[in-house]
């Protein structure tokens, strides 16, 4: 069965420092990996994606994360944190090929300090 | 583009009635929609997936008698809690899949509060 782990429930950081949030995924075959973001009361948002190729992957908002296929990770980071970027974050693992359910962590609360 | 939209936003209703909320891709086509229900301050946890013209396949645990989904047209899914309940108030947000993509487009979620 696939699951994904989110270790880190709340994360705290001041604004213009650096930010690391945390997935660990399990999955039977090649994983399709998500991040999207949730602000209060809204839906998701997608910050970025893997399937395959460059295991660095840019996505929107100046965040970017790691693909190690070795570690089972799926990190999102970004390298100067604003106070815009307080949020929920969830990461997402699903069946590549064409959209398919997706499994998501428990989610990271995002709190920035000014 | 890839724009999911639904209604209402947000619902209050008596225990006993009945709830519809709609799931609309605004400018591209869904073959595959996705209902998710979301408790406070807790993970999106998948109640069924519904395709254009099918019947919906619901994950285990979730009562299809209850969360009727339809799926009537390649722009528009519903779900409907029947007989609602105080334990059914969440949040339900809804994903389209646009024909020959693999990504997601999320709507911006329903709150149900069930009185």
């Known amino acids: 069965a696939q699951s994904v782990t989110q270790p880190d429930i709340h994360i705290t950081v001041s604004e213009g420092a650096s930010l690391e949030l945390r997935c660990n995924y399990s999955?039977?075959?090649?994983?399709?990996l998500f991040w999207y973001v949730q602000s209060p009361g809204q839906g998701l948002q997608l910050l970025l994606k893997?399937?395959?190729?460059?295991?660095l992957v840019q996505g929107i908002k100046g965040f970017e994360a790691e693909f190690k296929r070795s570690q089972s990770s799926f990190n999102l980071r970004k390298p100067s944190v604003h106070w815009s970027d307080a949020a929920e974050y969830f990461c997402?693992?699903?069946?590549?090929?064409?959209?398919?359910?997706?499994?998501f962590g428990t989610g990271t609360r995002l709190q920035v300090t000014l | 583009g890839a724009v999911v939209s639904q209604h209402p936003s947000r619902v209050i209703c008596k225990s006993g009635t009945s709830v519809k909320i709609e799931c609309r891709s605004l400018?591209?086509?869904?073959?595959?929609m996705f209902w998710y229900r979301q408790f406070p301050k807790q993970s999106l946890m998948l109640m069924a997936t519904?395709?254009?013209?099918?019947?919906?396949?619901?994950e285990q645990g979730v009562e299809k008698d209850k969360f009727l989904i339809n799926h009537a047209s390649l722009t528009l899914s519903t779900l409907t809690v029947t007989s609602a309940h105080p334990e059914d108030s969440s949040f339900y947000i809804c994903?389209?899949?646009?024909?020959?993509?693999?990504?997601?487009?999320f709507g911006p979620g329903t709150r149900l509060t069930v009185l």
């Open positions: 400018d591209f086509q869904a073959t595959t």
């Open positions: 999955y039977g075959a090649t994983p399709y």
């Open positions: 994903s389209a899949g646009r024909t020959g993509s693999d990504t997601q487009y």
């Open positions: 893997y399937f395959s190729g460059d295991t």
């Open positions: 519904s395709n254009e013209g099918s019947k919906a396949t619901y």
């Open positions: 997402a693992v699903g069946r590549a090929g064409t959209a398919s359910k997706l499994t």
